[in-house]
């Protein structure tokens, strides 16, 4: 055999011993440091590399891996958007018990987004995360115990739900509270905590919070004050 030949076969033989060498150290790491080098990935926009690696962390049950490559499949970064992807991904986040995944799928069931609609397995989600202290799931459940959907209507519920949002400086939830406060469902009708709970919402920008104080007492905030999106109760 000639020289050159041996050569090249010695350094064909070097790349696969190495490549297995590699594969067997990443068959070795834990689905943190995985979920790690997927972070790592995303932040520097590659997100065809995280998404490989948060999926091997979630195949070792990472549930923040799993909520992560959720919502790659949601919004489609790295992979094909997929809606029934990501609400499998998310429900098995959700399952692990990660907030943020129950609130999601909860939303996507509210919505009917890669699932059925359906506001009881929605509201069965939501509450899990506002269990958990998740703020906007908090104040969706109260919207939700507002309107009766998915559970009976009980305006005291939903007042207490959205003021344990609001308490934790939510400005849709601070608006909502206003809203309750001032219409007296719930709770006793309170003119003056209604407007305190629309000014905290204004100074963050609330657009329907600025126009309720502006009605109620137009010379509190100055002008002009950011746009915000209103919705909820």
Request: proline residues 2%.
């Amino acid at each position: 055999m000639k020289e050159g030949t041996i050569m090249k076969t010695i350094l064909a033989t070097t790349r696969v011993l190495l490549l297995l060498w590699s594969l067997s150290l990443c068959s070795c790491l834990s689905h943190e440091a995985l979920r790690s080098k997927g972070d790592i990935a995303y932040k520097a926009n590659d997100y065809v590399v995280a998404a490989k690696w948060y999926r091997r962390a979630a195949d070792q049950g990472d549930a923040k891996a799993q909520s992560i490559l959720g919502a790659m499949y949601y919004h489609g970064l790295g992979v094909k958007k997929d809606y029934v992807v990501a609400a499998k991904w998310y429900r098995r986040a959700a399952e692990h018990g990660d907030a943020k995944a129950q609130n999601t799928l909860g939303a996507m069931y509210y919505h009917g987004v890669g699932v059925k609609k359906d506001y009881k397995e929605a509201e069965k989600w939501i509450r899990k995360a506002a269990e958990h202290g998740d703020v906007k799931a908090q104040n969706t459940l109260g919207s939700m115990y507002y309107h009766g959907l998915g559970v009976k209507k009980d305006y005291k519920e939903a007042a207490r739900w959205v003021r344990k949002a609001a308490d934790q400086g939510d400005a849709q939830a601070q608006y909502n509270l206003g809203t309750i406060c001032e219409t007296g469902r719930g709770v006793k009708q309170d003119l003056e905590e209604a407007l305190a709970w629309y000014i905290k919402a204004a100074k963050q920008g609330h657009k329907g919070a600025i126009k309720r104080v502006n009605r109620l007492a137009p010379t509190t905030l100055p002008e002009p004050i950011p746009d915000y999106d209103p919705g909820g109760c």
